[in-house]
């Protein structure tokens, strides 16, 4: 998904090359999230001329095009006291992936405004028919060139508008979502940022103390309907004087000053996620929905778009994040992929951290506690989410029933709106998502907010929108998970919901000692997640010398099985691009036993729970048709070592509680979608058309 980077230096010396060099890390930072293509937005060489340079390809493409300028066409040495910037990495939408429509992108031919935007206008059809009806000649495919141009439309009928004010008459144009940054050779220096639906962040770097961890908000009482497009083309657009009303609150800005007051030097990173700063400070402030930030001559001010609601949060806190960059590198890996299923061991016990008491069996989840009364009382549970997360929630649906008692739903997100599926008060909607900014996701949760549920979120990344929207919730603390394949995360979510059914349903003594079973089963989880990775070998030898050469693959599972097999497929085919299909072994008569022949390799979960002479029999339906599968079972597991000559491979891994088989089950099919995929030559941190954080509809 699109990747946003801003850099904004007051009164710190930087060279051009050093700033280039600052926004390409940035961008680089950011290439797990997917994209197609990358540029910058630089200052030229006249105060008045912003220098773009966009390329499609990787990062390194643009890299190489950077390099290959020569002196007289980029002077890498020319000093900049001051200076904003900005670059995006992006996944195409709205245009093919085509150098012109790559970001940033300018209003005009001088590039009088430049704009970046991670997300989608609905409107920018009639945007676009207006702004031609007035003259402009669009260039690009992108929904995005209209931003562009309304900025500079507005900014010509009223050259005296402020910065801040000209953004807020622009959104008030847009309909869909955003994350925006805009910079102006009208405002040299200043940087205007905004998100909706989008995620934003921003950094600040300086050598004095803070005096302050907080911005205010700065509210104004502009009415939006003076304004607004429609069918009635707005104030701002014919031209109105951009008035800006009423303050209803005052502002401190945030600046930093030595101690005569004199401003001091400060340096503005502004991302759509952390990665990409934390390399430069740790002091992060998270945007809110309609925040509009803007940075100028070292200030930084937040506006708020809408005049303030009762109970709105007026300030936004610059906080000290935690993570280090260290945990975001690859080490002795080569891929972060296969770096995220070894740290398994590592994460799961993470998620478990501070959270278990195995001598006294009690699970605290310290972000659900307050919440667990009301929790207990709902009619339903409603786990709702997407992918890989959307797994997690089938297989451990049946566990938190048998807990709770309570009936569960799982739903796909987008599905779930596509069905407008009634949600009441008495309703517990539960969004598990690694990334926290899923816009199917998210686009449910707001859904069941409007309709008073409570929500709790399971949630990887800190400080992201689901986390911070949800009433309550449950950080999975797997760590940042960079391979587009979600794998740590997985299991680590499977733990974080299996600990949810287990706070459940604590007060209930009938079920004590199933809690003992499981916790029992769940402290060993992460040595013997240790012991199925050393399958890798075995596994490595498999794709290599079997499963490379085939196109399509079958994997069958029931009971907590069925879950595993769907996530093993969705590994398979999205980062080796095989064919791979999850079928309940139950339903195999119903149809899928007409593909199985002699070549068609087949993964049989047959681990041992009370489906296991069910789950046999299907493998034997299977042989019986000269199928030779892959199987999946327990070690010294003697039904099955006699069945050798007759399976492709035996991949024997620990037996646990039947709740939790599935943590381990899933470890050998990571590792053979990891090893199909490198046999295959793919690269696997980057496979084609996924993103890791899909934050469009
Ligand atoms: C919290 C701290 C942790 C500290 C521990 C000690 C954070 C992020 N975690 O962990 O550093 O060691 O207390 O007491 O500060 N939440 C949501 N939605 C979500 C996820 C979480 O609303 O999707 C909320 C929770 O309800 C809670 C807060 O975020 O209020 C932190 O959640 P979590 O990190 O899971 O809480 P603890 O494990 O208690
Ligand atoms: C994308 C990713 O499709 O989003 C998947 O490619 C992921 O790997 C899915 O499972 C859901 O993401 P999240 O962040 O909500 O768990």
Redesign the pocket.
């Known amino acids: 998904m699109c990747g946003i980077f801003g850099y904004v230096n007051y009164i710190v010396d930087k060279s051009r090359g050093e700033i280039i060099d600052i926004l390409l890390d940035g961008l680089q930072k950011l290439e797990y999230r997917g994209y197609d293509s990358s540029g910058i937005a630089i200052k030229g060489d006249n105060p008045n001329e912003t220098t773009i340079i966009k390329r499609v390809g990787k990062v390194r493409v643009l890299k190489e095009e950077i390099a290959s300028r020569t002196h007289s066409d980029l002077d890498r040495s020319k000093i900049f006291n001051s200076h904003a910037a900005i670059a995006h990495t992006r996944w195409a939408t709205h245009g093919s992936p085509l150098t012109v429509n790559c970001h940033p992108i300018g209003s005009d031919p001088k590039n009088d405004f430049v704009v970046i935007h991670n997300g989608i206008i609905t409107n920018y059809k009639a945007l676009k028919s207006l702004l031609e009806s007035k003259g402009m000649v669009f260039v690009t495919e992108t929904d995005t060139e209209c931003i562009a141009k309304l900025f500079k439309h507005i900014y010509d009928q009223n050259p005296n508008i402020d910065f801040n004010q000209l953004t807020k008459q622009v959104l008030y144009e847009l309909e869909g979502s955003y994350g925006l940054l805009v910079m102006s050779s009208h405002y040299p220096n200043e940087v205007c940022a905004t998100r909706k639906g989008s995620p934003l962040l921003l950094g600040v770097k300086t050598d004095r103390k803070l005096t302050v961890d907080f911005v205010d908000v700065e509210y104004e009482d502009t009415k939006k309907s003076e304004n607004n497009f429609g069918l009635s083309p707005s104030a701002a657009l014919n031209g109105g004087n951009g008035h800006a009303g009423l303050r209803t609150t005052g502002s401190r800005a945030f600046l930093t000053e030595d101690q005569d007051g004199q401003p001091s030097p400060v340096e503005y990173f502004l991302a759509s996620d952390p990665s990409s700063v934390i390399k430069h400070t740790k002091k992060i402030l998270f945007l809110e929905d309609d925040d509009i930030v803007h940075i100028h001559d070292g200030e930084l001010k937040i506006h708020r778009l809408n005049s303030k609601q009762i109970g709105e949060e007026t300030k936004r806190q610059i906080q000290d994040f935690e993570m280090e960059l260290n945990e975001l590198m690859k080490g002795t890996y080569n891929h972060f992929m296969q770096k995220e299923i070894f740290e398994q061991p590592e994460s799961t016990f993470n998620t478990m951290r501070?959270?278990i008491d195995f001598d006294n069996y009690k699970v605290t989840?310290?972000?659900?506690e307050q919440?667990m009364p009301l929790i207990r009382r709902s009619r339903r549970i409603l786990m709702i989410a997407c992918g890989t997360s959307y797994h997690s929630c089938l297989a451990t649906r049946s566990i938190i029933e048998e807990l709770t008692e309570i009936p569960v739903s799982v739903e796909l997100a987008s599905d779930f709106l596509d069905r407008k599926s009634p949600v009441f008060r008495d309703d517990s909607c539960v969004?598990v998502s690694q990334s926290?900014e899923t816009a199917d996701s998210m686009l449910a949760l707001r859904y069941c907010i409007e309709r008073g549920a409570i929500t709790?979120?399971?949630?990887n990344s800190?400080g992201s929108s689901?986390?911070?929207q949800?009433?309550?919730?449950?950080?999975i603390?797997a760590g940042p998970e960079i391979g587009v394949a979600s794998t740590k995360a997985y299991t680590s979510q499977y733990i974080a919901l299996v600990m949810f059914a287990l706070s459940l349903s604590s007060d209930s003594i009938g079920r004590r000692s199933r809690h003992e079973e499981i916790l029992k089963g769940l402290q060993k989880i992460p040595e013997q997640i240790s012991a199925v990775l050393q399958l890798e070998e075995k596994i490595k030898k498999l794709c290599n010398d079997h499963l490379n050469k085939q196109k399509s693959l079958l994997l069958l599972g029931r009971g907590y099985q069925y879950a595993t097999a769907l996530e093993g497929a969705l590994k398979i085919k999205e980062i080796s691009y095989m064919h791979s299909e999850g079928v309940l072994a139950g339903e195999l008569k119903h149809g899928v036993l007409a593909l199985v022949d002699k070549d068609l390799p087949i993964i049989a979960f047959a681990t041992k729970d009370s489906l296991f002479p069910k789950t046999m029999s299907a493998i034997e339906q299977v042989i019986a048709r000269d199928g030779r599968p892959i199987i999946i079972c327990n070690e010294n597991e003697g039904t099955i070592s006699g069945m050798d000559s007759k399976t492709m491979a035996i991949l024997e891994v620990p037996l646990t509680v039947d709740c939790l088989q599935g943590l381990l089950n899933v470890i050998p099919l990571q590792l053979i979608s990891y090893w199909l995929a490198v046999s295959r030559g793919i690269d696997v941190d980057f496979p084609r058309n996924l993103a890791k954080s899909v934050t469009v509809e």
Not at 365 to 368: A, C, I, R, S
Not at 456 to 459: C, D, E, L, S
């Open positions: 501070g959270r989840l310290g972000g659900l919440w969004f926290g709790v979120g399971v949630v800190v689901i986390s911070r949800t009433n309550c919730g449950v950080h603390n």
